[in-house]
């Protein structure tokens, strides 16, 4: 079967609202547009970068611990928002990996530039 003619077609469970279905069908693009709004908020300074990641963790820390209680349209919600908060830390942290080896590999050159400017000096 040809991949343009295979579509994968989503059980559409008992009860669940028009809202729930479209939060369900489009969450990972959700989350991505408040994971890039969130960074551009952090990027021009409007959100401190520490607020954001305490209101992050507080926010997993919710979805994780009252998920099971919630249904429909507020769980498709709740994972959203948190799967986004999650995206965006994660961002962080390897931001701040990104940029510690980077200094590191600078350090590394000046280290190597001053060994080759006292070798040369013998």
């Known amino acids: 079967m040809a ?10 469970e008992h009860g669940s609202s028009r809202l729930n279905r479209f939060l369900h069908a489009n969450r990972f693009r959700i989350a991505l547009i408040i994971v890039i709004v969130e960074a551009l908020l952090v990027a021009f300074s409007a959100i401190a970068l520490w607020l954001a990641v305490v209101i992050a963790a507080g ?9 099971k209680e919630l249904s429909g349209s507020a769980r498709e919600l709740a994972w959203i928002v948190a799967a986004s908060q999650a995206v965006g ?14 200094i590191v590999a600078l350090v590394v050159l000046a280290l190597a530039a001053l060994g080759a400017l006292l070798i040369e000096r013998r």
Do not use: D, M
């Open 59 to 67: 926010v997993l820390a919710l979805y994780l611990l009252g998920r």
């Open 3 to 12: 991949s343009n003619e295979y579509r994968e077609q989503a059980t559409i």
């Open 89 to 102: 830390v994660l961002v962080f942290v390897l931001t701040l990996v990104a940029i510690v080896f980077v």
